[in-house]
């Protein structure tokens, strides 16, 4: 009988680490940035106009966003998360399923150690986890330092520090690209962003 108490302890404690595991797939919470310069800025408040959306509010050096595949417009409200220049809640934007990437061109000319924030939330069948990735060419994309965000129902705030990648400094070509990587074959749903921002240090 003591042996099956241990067994069943032991299968227990087993499980409960792979669960942890899939959970703690690097998403992050929001970074204190510091005393960083904010470079880059989507409240997505100005427009439904899915062409002048793409272009931040604020920028150095231009900061815009593409997105491959599905369909994208706007959700109202948005949210506070993150808010930046006074701005309300306004709207976010609504990337529909599926969809096959998203990326956003955040030159830091002039900057270094990046930290991208955004609010992020899903509906009931939009994709749940975005894979994070970063090109310092134009080109080639790599994982970056938080490798993975999730998404919920409801809005979440969430970062990504480009401190550790050299690259990522003074770059006119640095982009970071996010893709769905589960729930994104549907024919409904969609995931939600708000208050994109990058902020850096001057170099």
């Not at 934007?93 to 599926?98: E, F, K, L, S």
């Not at 830091?108 to 894979?131: F, R």
Request: include cysteine; glycine fraction near 10%; aromatic fraction near 10%.
């Amino acid at each position: 009988m003591k042996i099956s108490y241990i067994y069943i302890l032991l299968v227990t404690l087993a499980l409960g680490s792979c669960v942890k595991d899939r959970v703690s797939t690097g998403s992050s919470g929001p970074t204190n940035i510091g005393s960083r310069s904010l470079i880059h800025y989507w409240s997505f408040n100005k427009t439904s106009d899915t062409a002048a959306m793409r272009h931040a509010d604020s920028t150095v050096g231009g900061g815009v966003f593409d997105y491959v595949a599905g369909y994208i417009d706007t959700v109202h409200p948005g949210t506070l998360l993150n808010a930046r220049n006074g701005a309300d809640s306004g709207g976010a934007v609504r990337v529909r399923n599926p969809y096959t990437s998203m990326t956003i061109h955040v030159p830091t000319t002039g900057y270094k150690q990046p930290v991208l924030t955004m609010a992020i939330e899903k509906s009931s069948s939009g994709p749940s986890a975005n894979n994070v990735m970063y090109t310092t060419d134009g080109t080639n994309y790599f994982t970056a330092p938080t490798s993975t965000v999730i998404f919920s129902t409801t809005w979440s705030l969430v970062s990504c520090d480009f401190s550790s990648i050299a690259g990522a400094d003074d770059n006119a070509n640095f982009a970071i690209k996010l893709v769905p990587t589960s729930g994104n074959t549907g024919t409904s749903g969609n995931d939600r962003f708000d208050n994109i921002t990058i902020d850096a240090y001057p170099k």
